[in-house]
């Protein structure tokens, strides 16, 4: 995308119509023969399993795929092959699981596009994530974290986080995060293209962003390293 691209700008909007234009022209299309429908499904399953396969042969052949981060097992791949299962087959549940598994992060994607993509496309080895022992006071918990990473032009992205977790009858009833964002523009925003467009200010208050959580759960997650208050590596000078 161009330097014109920000967050619900005019680019912004009018992706978001074409994707709502383009699935209203699709449904309208299948609707009208079954002949049409079955075409639409086979060509929407056949793109879908191909971009994938490609996709994968492609970081691999250009050495991003990293075992085992890069394996096919997160929930967005899951979603897709059960979409592209749901598409050739009809198959109820399949089109229930991953409509209701991929509503969320498609949407996330449509409306919050990546801002991290630099960070990810740059990374000369990989990110460390840390986090800190959590101090609890009242009914709030703080908590910090620090993410490291090395570049691929020498420089070093190490950011500091803190997580404010106000608790409301044993669940997380809000959270608030706070980092270090001139850190993150002057890495990333040479990169990226919201870099080069001017941040507009705040009209109004911002809100938490995890309003309605009823309940947190924490598992462990085997293909992300989070060592606690274990040594960084050195930063090569």
């Given at each position: ?7 619900f ?9 074409s ?26 399953g ?24 890069g394996?096919?097992?997160q ?33 996330m ?31 709030s ?13 020498g ?31 002057v ?11 001017p ?5 109004r208050?911002?809100r938490?962003n ?15 390293k989070l060592?606690r ?9």
């Amino acid at each position: 995308m161009g330097s014109h691209f920000y967050l619900f700008g005019p680019v912004h909007i009018l992706i978001l119509v074409s994707v709502l234009a383009v699935a209203l022209l699709l449904a309208k299309a299948s609707r009208r023969n079954r002949a049409a429908a079955r075409a639409i499904r086979y060509a929407l399953g056949a793109f879908l399993a191909l971009n994938e396969l490609v996709w994968h042969a492609y970081s691999f052949h250009t050495g991003a795929f990293r075992f085992p981060d890069g394996l096919p097992l997160q929930l967005c791949d899951l979603t897709l092959w059960l979409t592209v299962l749901a598409l050739f087959t009809l198959n109820p549940l399949a089109f229930e699981v991953a409509y209701f598994a991929g509503l969320g992060g498609a949407g996330m994607a449509l409306l919050t596009p990546d801002l991290y993509a630099p960070l990810v496309k740059h990374l000369n080895g990989p990110m460390k994530v840390r986090l800190s022992t959590m101090v609890a006071e009242g009914g709030s918990v703080f908590e910090e974290m620090d993410t490291l990473a090395h570049l691929d032009d020498g420089t070093v992205y190490n950011n500091w986080h803190c997580f404010i977790h106000e608790i409301r009858d044993g669940r997380i009833a809000q959270t608030r995060e706070y980092m270090d964002t001139h850190h993150l523009w002057v890495v990333l925003g040479r990169w990226a293209d919201w870099g080069k467009t001017p941040v507009p200010p705040l009209r109004r208050a911002r809100r938490s962003n995890m309003p309605y959580a009823t309940a947190t759960f924490q598992t462990r997650n085997p293909f992300l390293k989070l060592d606690r208050w274990e040594p960084l590596p050195p930063v090569k000078t």
